[in-house]
Each structure stands twice: as C-alpha cells, then as structure tokens.
C-alpha cells in the first residue's frame, strides 16, 4: 500500500485512490476503494492537511478489514511525517 502527499490543499485532507485492473473486474475495484475509503476516515486524524493518493498494491485485496485499517494507518502515518518534514524543511531554507 502506497500512501504519499501529492499536494497542498487549504484545510482538510483529501485522498484519492488508484486500484488497478490487477485488482479483479470492476465490482471487485469499487469495494476495494470503499474498504478502503473506509480505513482512510479512520486514519484520517493523524493527517496533516494536504492532498493525498492512495495507491493499492498487489495483495491488498486479500487483508481482512483488521488488517487494510492497520496497513492503511501505518501508511497514513508515515506519509504525514513525510509531509512534516517537508514542511519543516520549506520553512528552514533560505530564499535568496
């Protein structure tokens, strides 16, 4: 599962999702991405604002809700102190 800031947006975060045709047909998709999506509101309050994309990598499919909320978090985790750190440094650099 990838998680990565993709942008700045003003105020709350906003995830997209990317799932693969790999993922099965179309039904199998969209109940991955509300599972997902799902996960996401859970996580959600360990996020910076910002805007976000979700990436399903291969196995995903097969976690357990337990499991996807877990990955999810974990995820969701590192890519707002990835967007901290980013943040931090922006502001350290000096403009000339």
Known sequence: MDFCQAGETSGLPVVGYAIGR????AV????????????????????????YLVRATPGVSELDFE????????AARAASERARTDADDEEGREVR
């Open 22 to 25: 790999r993922h099965g047909d």
């Open 67 to 74: 499991g996807l909320r877990r990955a999810v978090g974990a």
């Open 28 to 51: 199998a998709r969209n109940r991955l991405r509300r599972r997902l999506r799902e996960a996401v509101r859970a996580a959600a309050p360990a996020l910076v604002p910002g805007a």
